[in-house]
């Protein structure tokens, strides 16, 4: 099995104002994002071409959205990457970056 391209553990992943999980992972594998809970189930997944991921207006740094199959999820990552060896989520402008590099989309 390929080395997933993003991971991101310890993420808040909601939908709207509910809470699905406070300690979830964001994974981008084999050219599709996966959203799952603290115990690896999955929440929504999508081929990352079809996902849209941006920073919400008036928000702290260290939130993105993630458009998958027509549901909107607040993804509350880390505000600055961890420190090498640390543990933590990255920031969420570098989940968003990973989504539009596996995409194939510029900036």
Same mark, same amino acid.
């Given at each position: ?42 929440? !929504?997944? #999508? =081929? ?9 207006? $008036?928000?702290?740094?260290? &939130?993105?959205? *993630? ?13 600055? !990457?961890? #420190? =090498? ?9 570098? $989940?968003?970056?990973?989504? &539009?590099?596996? *995409?194939?989309?510029?900036?």
């Amino acid at each position: 099995m390929a080395e997933p391209e993003f991971t991101a553990m310890g993420v808040r992943i909601g939908k709207r104002l509910r809470s699905l999980t406070r300690a979830g992972q964001v994974r981008i594998n084999d050219g599709r994002l996966e959203l799952l809970t603290s115990y690896g189930t999955e929440i !929504d997944s #999508a =081929p990352v071409q079809a996902v849209r991921a941006s920073r919400p207006w $008036f928000a702290p740094e260290d &939130r993105a959205l *993630a458009d998958l199959n027509g549901k909107r999820y607040l993804l509350t990552l880390g505000d600055h !990457d961890p #420190a =090498p060896g640390e543990p933590g989520p990255p920031a969420a402008r570098r $989940f968003i970056e990973a989504v &539009r590099k596996a *995409a194939g989309r510029k900036g």
